[in-house]
């Protein structure tokens, strides 16, 4: 129930398209939901995050989608860039900030030029 | 804003030594710190989290005399991996975050090569 599960594990898209990554999860006390980038050698990064309450959330060139029934959400990444190269981890929790995450498995994005 | 440092970036060291990581919130008061392991392409895995003042709450299977965490003051929490072994060898992460805050924020992390 404490799990998010990510996919894919691995995605490799052209510079200019658009770069998908789907996370799912059991538990429906998870109320904030954010995404991470990280570069090799590297913390992770927050991107972008989502509540519940809403089913879109963009940011410049990133957007999360979430669907509440489905216990789904998705990071969109659009004119993928060779600098977007890196891994992405989705992660769940219980309030946001001081509650522990939980993080997906994570997927390693190579943007080709 | 909300900036995390972590440091050192990278040790080595022989087996049986203790080591020292430091957390530290450079622009805001950290009311709870979490540390976190990660191995080569995996996730993050929580070790521990530590409230500002009180002990640190473990996750199962880690071993806190092992693992010694200090959150003596609210912008800096210190990792001890007591007599480490190359078993111990991994990236280390602490994150922070302030009830003010919308999310943890991520320090660059602790390369550890334990030989």
């Known amino acids: 129930q404490q799990q998010v599960k990510q996919s894919p594990q691995s995605l490799i898209v052209q510079k200019g398209g658009i770069s998908i990554i789907n996370c799912a999860y059991e538990n429906t006390a998870f109320d904030y939901f954010p995404w991470y980038q990280q570069f090799p050698g590297k913390g992770p990064a927050l991107l972008i995050a989502i509540r519940p309450d809403v089913s879109e959330k963009k940011e410049g060139r990133f957007t999360i989608s979430f669907n509440k029934s489905a216990k789904q959400f998705s990071l969109h990444i659009m004119d993928s860039q060779p600098g977007d190269s890196a891994t992405y981890f989705c992660a769940a929790s219980i309030r946001a900030g001081f509650q522990k995450l939980v993080f997906g498995t994570g997927t390693r994005l190579l943007v080709s030029p | 804003g909300a900036v995390v440092s972590q440091h050192p970036s990278r040790v080595i060291c022989k087996s049986g030594t203790s080591v020292k990581i430091e957390c530290r919130s450079l622009d805001f008061q950290a009311t709870t710190m979490f540390w976190y392991r990660q191995f080569p392409k995996q996730s993050l895995m929580l070790m521990a989290t530590?409230?500002?003042?009180?002990?640190?709450?473990?996750e199962q299977g880690v071993e806190k005399d092992k693992f010694l965490i200090n959150h003596a003051s609210l912008t800096l929490s210190t990792l001890t991996v007591t007599s480490a072994h190359p078993e111990d060898s991994s990236f280390y992460i602490c994150?922070?975050?302030?009830?003010?805050?919308?999310?943890?924020?991520f320090g660059d992390g602790t390369r550890l090569s334990i030989l």
């Open positions: 530590s409230n500002e003042g009180s002990k640190a709450t473990y």
């Open positions: 994150s922070a975050s302030d009830r003010g805050l919308s999310s943890q924020h």
